[in-house]
Each structure stands twice: as C-alpha cells, then as structure tokens.
C-alpha cells in the first residue's frame, strides 16, 4: 500500500503510505481475528474498528462493508503469499507444497480463517472473486515446478502445471470442507503420492 | 419419517407419518429453495414457514433455527442419496460417480445450494456434523466399487476404498468452493483419469 496518494497529505508519517499502511494492517489482522474465532457472520464493521483502536469513519469510507473487508484480507493475503521451495524433484516439490497447505489449513488461527473465507464466498460475488484470485496466484507461484519436471522428463509433456497444483491442494480443503476436521500430514502425504502417480500416467497432460 | 410415533394422534392422515412428512417435504423444500437463491444468511424460520404454507409455531418448534433446519435437510439428503450404478470396471464406476457429482454441483440449484451448506458448516458445528454424515453416508455408498476392483485385480490389495471415493469427488468440491465456477463433464473425467492412475500405482494403499 506505499505509494498511496492520499499518503502525501498525511503529516507526521515516516515513509508515504505509512498511516495507511497500518491502519490496513491493524484492520484486517483484526478481521483474521473475528473471521477465525466467530465466523463471517459475526463481522461487524463497528467491531473491527474497535479491535483494531482506528475509528469508525475510517473503517466504514475505506471497506464499506464486511464483504469490501474480506475480499481486501484475501487480496493481502494473496500479496503476502511465500515463494514457493525449489528441491529439484517434483516430489519433493510438492511434497513441500502440500505441506504448507496442510499445516495452514490445520493451524489453530489459518484453517478457521480458510473456512470462514470459503463461506463468506459463497453469499457474496466480490469475496468470490478475490478468492479465486488468491488461488491464482498461488497456483501460479507453484506451477513453475511441474514445468521444470517436464522439462526435466518426470512428466509427460503437455502436462497442465495448474491442474497438477490443484489437485494436491483439492483433497486436502475437501477434507477440511466437507469433514471439519484439519487435514493430517499423512493426508499430505498421500494426496503427493496420488498427484505424482497420475501425472506420471499422463493424467495431467491433454 | 413415516412411523414418527406423534403421527398416530393426527386424525385423518392416509398413513402414519403422513402430515409430518407432507409438512418436513414442503418445509426442507423451502429451505433448499432459499438457500439456493440467496444463501445460508438469508436463511429465515418465518419466511420459510410463509413459503411451505405451515404454521410458524410448527416451524419454530420442530426446527427451532436456521442451523437446525440446514441439518435437518442434510439428513434428508442423506436419506434420498442415490445409490451407486454398478459397470463392472472401476473405470465404469468412478465415471458414473464423477459424472453424478459432476451434474449437482454444476446443476443451477443444487450447485449454490451445496455451496450454501457448506458455507453454514463453516459457522455452526450441528451442521458441520451433519454435513460430515452426508459424506459418509455417500461415500459408503460408493466404496463397495473399489471394494470389488481389488477383488478382480484392477487395484493393490489393501488400498482404501474411501479414499479413492473422495480422491473422485475433492477436486470437483475444490473447483466449485474456490474458484466459484462449476465443475465440468472434463474436470469428472480428468478426476477419474487421475484416481484410478493413482490407485493403480498403490497410491491408496496402506
């Protein structure tokens, strides 16, 4: 957020984008925070002003509303998203994938967050937007690693990188999704050993 | 529901079980109709009741809430799941199961509406235990057929029939709830390419 214009007429403020840059900061850490305790339905703009100590105006001129607030948490956490690890096999490529998706979705504070995103998506077409955005862009992050394997002869070519990077993270989310319950690292485990398998065979490639 | 005890004190039903049942059938109708259209949020004991045509008493009295009424028509569905279409070749089996979730999830009201309880499951634990039971109850319905392929020899002794069964359907549910688009005939038929390459390779075995 540096570089915001608005910035420039702040006085006081180290670096432009300063203020502001906290100010989002502190908003939508407290947003996380609702989201994973309560649940989007429990998001009240009112609230997160409170938590976050900025005032009301300043929430409400700046997300609008609790959907605006979510779709900016998920446009966060698509701009703070990590690099992905390069290992040189795409086994262990996406096993080192697999498990930051796993230990994510099975954190105390990532994987309540991860749900109530999801179902925030589901009632509201800016959220759902945003979503798949972040998914994008961390499919876009990992894909890289199944060109390399082709290139490298561990896939067949004409193998989709995408679909290769969805298809470790679908088992692990439908579990999370449909059961409630945190993936495991054996889940992990598993869904790398199903992926490599099928890419292998060329279930991947058109 | 037929069998429900307090329906031998209703005076002029056909059957046991029948008013009840008339008035569950037209009420988890509503709530399906609802949530498809608009979403667990606008999910309203009063305005379902209006909807089915039954009293609001009644409706608050069996259901008691909103998360109540979504549990009740996950148990519904449980109840009406379809059973499984047997091709003698896993292939054939894992095809008509893909193909079937495939079709509700990308149908205009089963869709949202499966988005919609999946969505209250993040926020209400009652439901999410009632969407868990869902699955089991699909899944055990489907396992037989992976079941029977170790038997003919088609996969490794000791692979996981439930596994493979959710192997099918997760990237299905992973399109649908991240990037809000439905699933297509060629995601099933890329799902099932891939878990059955995968289950061959002994990726599901213990």
Sequence with gaps: M??????????GTLRPGGRTARVR???LDAAGDVLAEHGF???????IARRADVGKTTVY????????????LLDQMAQESLPRTETGTLHGD?????????????DPRQGPLFHAVIAAAACDPRTASALAHFYEVRVAEWAPCVEQAVKRGELPRGTDPSEVIRAVSAPLYYRLLTTATAPTEAD???????TVAAAVAGAYAF
Tied chains: 1, 2.
């Design 41 to 47: 339905d429990r998001l009240d703009l009112g609230d």
């Design 61 to 72: 001129r700046r997300w609008g509303s609790p959907t605006g607030l979510v779709a900016d």
């Design 2 to 11: 540096t570089g915001n214009p608005t910035d420039a007429h702040e006085p």
């Design 94 to 106: 996406l096993t080192a994938n697999a498990h930051l998706v796993q230990r994510t979705l099975a």
């Design 188 to 194: 992990a485990t598993r869904s790398v050993r199903a």
């Design 25 to 27: 900061a502190a908003v």
